[in-house]
């Protein structure tokens, strides 16, 4: 199957500096390995951040505008068939990266593997960074200026799935409370074992849907394992239970339409601790698209 790997350079979903280097280097560490076709960076050096941390819409348009850049060109390269693999970036780029594959397949679901659910608004945001918004955007909880930009349906609430969280907002789980979505702990994870959870999650996120968006989120892993992130939440997950959950997506690679890994920041990284993991993750995930047909899909 060919496969699109799309560079989504961009930090203006956070106010710490960094995580728009993550896509340049861990492109350029896949060309030891990737063979395929297909690079895409995407970066817009004329768009101006802001980190006025008063601002409870900071980068509001900025974002909007890098977004409708990144979405138009996967909507392109996802009806041409390819399978899109986005490198991120902040979160918010999956904004666009989810909603583009909802826009040509129409009836998808989603598993948001993240420290965080990401369902705040501009109204509940503590912090205003925008990363913090994604997923309510991508299910059609408010934030409508975040998708401006996509005419289709969104995903819905009932085929979301978060995995990993660990650090929700008070007025974030109100947002949660009656959203329809599934949140899996990372004490779930411990409690359950990575594989019953990933199970659940894919009978949840692909009930009566074409397939499934992943997005996954490096700061879902504990920070003394990965510290390169904009914002490290600890007791998360180890590095081998993110190897596992790679493992089941992989299992699943027929049930998935497209794949995010955000939030890499090499600024923040220790002994590149956070690069290998993110690309033992990607070589493992584009080995997995490209041999596709060897794995059976699963029927729910």
Partial sequence: MKTMIFGAGSDLGVHIDGAHLGPVQLMN???????????????????????????????????????TLLYNQMVEKISQEYFPILIGGDHSVSIASALASAKVHTDVGIIWIDAHTDYNTFETTVTGNIHGLPLAAINGYKNNELRVYHEGKLIQASRTVVVGARSIDPAEKENLKYSGVTVFTTEDIKEKGVEAVMEEAFKIAGYKVKGIHISYDLDVID??????????????????EAMKINECLIKHIKD?????????????????????????????????????SKYQKVIY
């Fill in 256 to 292: 998935i339409l497209s794949f995010d890994l955000v939030e890499f920041n090499p600024l923040r990284d220790n002994n590149r601790k956070t690069e290998q993991i993110a690309l033992n993750i990607l070589a493992q995930m584009i080995k997995a698209v490209e041999n596709k």
């Fill in 223 to 240: 920070p003394e394992v990965a510290p390169g992130v904009s914002v490290p939440e600890f007791d998360g997950i180890s590095e081998e």
């Fill in 29 to 67: 560490d896949i060309q030891s390995f990737y063979k395929g076709e297909s690079v895409q960076l995407i970066q817009d050096e004329s768009i101006i951040k802001s980190r006025n941390l008063s601002d409870r819409r900071r980068n509001e348009y900025e974002v909007e505008k890098f977004n």
